[in-house]
């Protein structure tokens, strides 16, 4: 079963609920007990009756959202993607606008959730960083649809908005650890931290244009490589 938490603003909740973990800095959260029945078979192409639920609601959403971008995309054609109607649709949403909101959500709260695992917390602020570069690659790769899709929105309306003021948080925390490691003198005295951070994450958001799973290169090789190139040249040298 499936509990969505929203904001008081977004008025709408799903009508079936079960407990959930705290302690996530999110304004929206999604949590599966594990005992969702799995999808029946259905015709290739369509997520569509009588055995689809919220979570392939969801990654057809966003699969149809970054081909023809939000704007761009009616209930019309997320019905025709699925092969339901679209009063099916409605029944796990009240419209496009909360299946965005879910979508780019899901981005946010894996993120979010870096921010508060031990080792971004604890330690010295250089390595506090590498590991907050390291586990963002990670989320990219396993969150790769919904990313891009947050990545690309505009600030358009009400959910695209609130999603962009939760990226300026993560980009101020990343630029908080980035002026610690300086602070420390771990971070070379002739780089601006606020821009260094800049480049660290455009650099890590950059990959949604060109990575895509392969067995030629792993997520954990892409996160060594990045954090490699990022690194070596941000560490101030050794004094001799």
């Known amino acids: 079963m499936i509990l969505l938490v929203t904001d008081p603003s977004v008025g709408w909740q799903a009508r ?22 799995a999808p029946k078979a ?39 993607k699925l092969g339901i109607s679209k009063s099916s649709i409605y029944h796990h949403v009240p419209g496009k606008a909360e299946l965005l909101r879910l979508s780019v959500d899901r981005a946010l709260d894996a993120l979010f959730a870096v921010t508060e ?22 989320v990219l790769v396993e969150q790769l649809p ?12 009400t959910v695209e908005r609130r ?36 480049l660290i994450f455009g650099t890590v958001n950059s990959l949604i244009e060109w990575y895509r799973p392969s067995r030629d290169l792993t997520p954990v090789e892409l996160a060594d490589t990045v954090v490699k190139v990022t690194f070596d040249g941000l ?6």
């Open 16 to 37: 079936t609920s079960v407990g959930g973990a705290p302690g996530r800095p999110i304004a929206a959260r999604a949590w599966n007990d594990g005992r969702m029945a």
């Open 42 to 80: 259905r015709p290739a192409g369509q997520v569509g009756r009588p055995g689809y639920d919220l979570d392939s609601l969801l990654a057809v959403a966003v699969a149809v959202f970054n081909q023809r971008g939000y704007d761009g995309t009616s209930m019309e054609h997320l019905a025709s």
């Open 117 to 138: 695992e031990p080792e971004t917390t604890t330690g010295p602020a250089i390595d506090r960083l590498e590991h907050m570069v390291r586990r963002s690659v990670a």
């Open 146 to 157: 919904y990313v891009t899709l947050l990545l690309r929105i505009r600030g358009n309306t």
């Open 163 to 198: 999603a962009l003021a939760r990226r300026r948080e993560l980009d101020h925390f990343v630029g908080q650890l980035v002026q610690q490691a300086a602070n420390e003198g771990s971070v070379r005295p002739d780089v601006d931290p606020a821009l260094t951070s800049r």
């Open 235 to 240: 560490r101030s040298m050794p004094k001799t």
